[in-house]
């Protein structure tokens, strides 16, 4: 029954008029538990509580699959926006950002300018900026950036994702750049042609990659909500001497809350993934898709009186 949800809310996500309506009527159905508002100011109230409890934090303001120009260059000037609200806020934040967002299908030139804008205001402000990654059919368009921007800016990192089979070569591929790497189990529907199918192999795959990265001496940033995948990381990291601040845990803004205090009273540093906007439809569906006790939580506030 997991991956039969999981599969339902994954092809839900991809639906254009869904995601047209959830624009129209907001943050319903449970979103906010997932979404820190539809605007900066909300997100930065936000990031501002997070911050007081020890909690750092990655803003990514919402969308993707961006079709119009003028839409993606909106969305970077709201990008810029953001960043200079974390630096005149004092809050302890970087930025996250997906291409398609900002014009990857819509052209080279456009995704390109609009990064480069951000990276810049990013350096001015002393702002670090991830580039998300997305599905499949967009990794290697999304790596490509991610290597000619790495060569003009060192305040910029991007995202692997385990479940695909290509993974380890990529990071190993990267390795040359010392890159400040996010690493994820995934949350895109796929083709088992391209990723792996079970879920231990998935988790496996996952370990690896923590291993690699952090045994390279590079900075790492182990997103994950699984306890053991938290777990397997503590123990590697003080079996072989990696100080604390080679890494952080980084979770989404919502979820595990329990295990994000619990790290940060350990001395471990954790960063959650906050994002606002009124394009929450897609990313919201995949944060059903993750864990069926999600749907439960959305449905009690949908019938809660």
């Avoid at 796929?190 to 590079?218: C, F, T, W």
């Amino acid at each position: 029954m997991e991956k039969v949800l999981r599969q339902f809310f994954l092809f839900l996500s991809d639906n254009k008029s869904f995601t047209k309506l959830a624009k129209r009527y907001g943050l319903k159905f449970g979103a906010s538990r997932f979404v820190a508002g539809d605007s900066i100011g909300h997100a930065a109230e936000t990031i501002r509580k997070l911050n007081a409890k020890g909690l750092s934090v990655t803003l990514d303001h919402l969308g993707e699959y961006v079709t119009d120009e003028q839409e993606a260059k909106d969305r970077m000037i709201e990008t810029v926006k953001s960043i200079k609200v974390i630096d005149k806020l004092d809050l302890d934040s970087q930025v996250s950002v997906k291409m398609t967002s900002m014009g990857l299908d819509i052209s080279e030139e456009l995704v390109m300018f609009n990064m480069r804008k951000i990276l810049e205001a990013a350096k001015e402000h002393n702002v670090f900026v991830t580039i998300d990654m997305e599905d499949y059919e967009r990794c290697q368009k999304t790596l490509d950036i991610f290597e000619e921007l790495r060569k003009e800016y060192d305040n910029v990192g991007t995202v692997l994702q385990s479940y695909l089979y290509r993974t380890i070569s990529d990071l190993e591929h990267l390795n040359k750049y010392s890159p400040n790497l996010r690493l994820v189990k995934g949350a895109y529907k796929e083709s088992e042609e391209v990723a792996y199918p079970d879920k231990a192999d998935v988790d496996a795959n996952l370990r690896q990659m923590i291993k690699i990265h952090l045994q390279n001496g590079n900075y790492t940033a182990v997103a994950s909500h699984d306890d053991r995948m938290v777990e397997f990381t503590k123990e590697f990291v003080k079996e072989n001497d990696i100080p604390k601040s080679q890494f952080e845990f980084q979770m989404l803004y919502g979820m595990r809350t329990e295990l994000q205090n619990k790290l940060v009273s350990e001395g471990y540093k954790v960063r959650v993934y906050v994002p606002y906007g009124r394009d929450w439809y897609g990313y919201f569906m995949r944060r059903l898709a993750e864990r069926p006790a999600n749907v439960a939580f959305v449905l009690k506030g949908v019938f809660k009186k």
